[in-house]
């Protein structure tokens, strides 16, 4: 049992751990309404657009595993009063994978696109027999969220796994200082966890797609059955405007995981960061 929970949880955290990746609704219009005395901030995103696409290969010591998707939909969506980005990301193992574990995940996030908080959030998961779902409504007003548990408590601006990769591409580290730390709220199967990201400098690496400058960061896991410390993760993004993530590496419990991105679309901005 507890092997087959640390599978469970692999996919899921490799695609929160890039960051550092059906429409429903439980009430009506009002719902979104900015209440008396809340204003939503103001964040430009300057790092992405509709219609963006990346590609990445995953990779479970030296075998090739499985694929994660990361894309937004070419139009915004009306929630309310607000318009936001439909962004997806999904993950599944490759069909000669499938023999000893099959994975196809999917998770998408509906984000404002004035304040980049997310305003809806779903999640399906199925890998082998197991499957799992979440819906789920922010109602940042209320420092509340509503899914198919109840009411749960949050913190202003939390983000999930979707939302909080396109997020901290926005973040401006042209100033950062080395192991200078960012915080971020993450919501996650039905818990909070407040975690953060550490600046950890500037590095070229070779890519599938070639040399790329990029930021190095790494992520504060949450130690369970995956992760046996929690600094075991580095991930680097594009040192641009674009800020896509490169490539996330990482021990677990039994072995190590590499994401490495393969192919991009439709980036906002120059690739500027791509060393030709």
């Known amino acids: 049992m507890k092997g087959q929970h640390m599978k469970r949880n692999i996919t899921l955290t490799l695609i929160a751990a890039a960051l550092a990746t059906a429409a429903m609704s439980f009430g009506t219009r009002d719902k979104y309404q900015e209440t008396q005395g809340f204003t939503y901030r103001k964040m430009v995103n300057n790092a992405f657009k509709p219609g963006e696409k990346l590609n990445f290969r995953v990779h479970y010591g030296i075998i ?7 894309s937004v939909d070419e139009k915004t ?26 994975v196809r995940d999917k998770f998408q996030s509906w984000v404002d696109d004035q304040s980049l908080a997310p305003l809806r959030y779903a999640k399906t998961v199925r890998e082998d027999k197991y499957f799992d779902e979440d819906l789920a409504i922010y109602m ?63 590095e070229t690496i070779k890519s ?30 594009s040192d641009d405007d674009n800020k896509i993530p ?12 590499k994401v490495d991105i393969t ?9 500027t960061a791509l060393v030709k």
């Open 77 to 102: 969506t009306k929630i309310g009063n607000r318009n936001a980005y439909s962004m997806k990301v999904d993950g599944e193992t490759l069909k000669s994978f499938d023999w000893a574990y099959k």
């Open 208 to 237: 599938d797609i070639g040399k790329v400058r990029c930021i190095k960061l790494r992520p504060k896991l949450v130690v369970d059955r995956v992760f046996k410390n929690s600094n075991d993760m580095t991930v680097w993004i």
């Open 140 to 202: 940042h007003d209320k420092k509340k969220m509503r899914n198919s548990d109840g009411e749960l408590t949050i913190p202003v601006y939390t983000q999930d796994i979707a939302s909080a990769l396109y997020y901290a591409r926005n973040i401006d580290f042209k100033n950062a200082k080395t192991n200078q730390v960012f915080p971020i709220d993450i919501y996650l199967d039905n818990k909070i966890y407040n975690l953060n990201f550490t600046y950890l400098g500037k």
């Open 64 to 70: 090739n595993a499985g694929l994660i998707t990361m």
């Open 246 to 257: 490169i490539r996330v590496q990482t021990a677990i419990q039994v072995g190590s995981i």
């Open 263 to 271: 192919g991009y679309q439709n980036l906002k901005n120059d690739f």
